[in-house]
């Protein structure tokens, strides 16, 4: 695996580190208004993502198909969404806005279901970066600088998302550090999974649209599951709506500029 591919993994785990660290410097939580100001940006970048990073890159790949390129995109997309549904279902989690736990019944404590819930969220941030990055390697139209802007995008949102995990959990009653650890430890999945879609797309690169498209129908779940409910729970209020444009311009804009 080259530098430039290291490096790309790496970039969002980073930016969720960074922001799980705002635990040890700000001494009061995030207000309800933030939190949902912040999942409404994070929803902007992943559908930005989606669309410009994964989807359009998925179809120029099956241009070979003509008009029934949009197939593996389609498929894919489906596969992705099913995949966090069923994912959604077996594994127990708890999400910051909710009041009861997802999934099976367990006796799990409350700090590690709000964890895997966020585990679930970035897994498909993890597995969008290795594909694209897969086709990188692979030799196809993607260039090194579209790779770093889906990295360095997701990364910007990530930095939001790891004060949304460690602050709350430090109010909840958890150390400063376990909290900042929590926070960590949800960012790992990044680029483990970021690894495991690189290698298996090393043995499959004909169904490299197939798995970009994956990735987004994942993505594309969460936001519609998690973080539209989250940033639209409570007073109603314009701000969430503006930072989801906010994110989703930002996403389209380092895509374009940088692709």
Not at 35 to 48: E, T, Y
Not at 114 to 131: C, K, S
Not at 175 to 200: D, H, N, Q, R
Not at 213 to 220: E, N
């Amino acid at each position: 695996m080259t530098y430039e591919v290291i490096e790309g993994v790496l970039i969002p785990f980073i930016g969720t580190s960074l922001g799980a660290a705002c635990v040890l410097v700000m001494r009061s939580s995030l207000s309800g208004m933030v939190r949902r100001a912040l999942n409404g940006f994070a929803a902007g970048v992943m559908v930005a993502a989606s669309i410009w990073s994964l989807l359009i890159p998925a179809m120029d790949g099956s241009e070979a198909m003509g008009r029934w390129a949009f197939v593996p995109a389609v498929v894919g997309f489906w596969v992705g969404v099913l995949f966090l549904l069923i994912l959604d279902k077996v594994i127990p989690h708890l999400h910051f806005a909710g009041h009861e736990a997802e999934g099976p019944k367990t006796s799990l404590q409350k700090t590690t279901m709000l964890v895997l819930a966020v585990v679930l969220h970035n897994l498909p941030e993890g597995m969008a970066v290795g594909v694209i990055y897969a086709a990188r390697l692979s030799g196809g139209d993607v260039t090194a600088a579209a790779a770093l802007a889906l990295s360095l995008g997701i990364a910007i949102q990530n930095f939001p998302e790891g004060a949304i995990i460690s602050m709350p959990l430090h109010a909840e009653g958890v150390s400063k550090g376990k909290s900042f650890l929590y926070g960590i430890l949800s960012g790992v999945v990044e680029p483990i999974g970021a690894v495991l879609t690189i290698l298996a797309a090393s043995f499959v690169t004909a169904a490299l649209p197939y798995l970009l498209s994956f990735a987004a129908g994942a993505m594309i779940y969460v936001v519609v599951e998690e973080l539209i409910p989250e940033m639209s729970e409570g007073r109603h209020s314009d701000i969430p709506a503006i930072m989801f444009s906010l994110g989703f311009t930002v996403m389209m804009a380092l895509d374009v500029a940088l692709g």
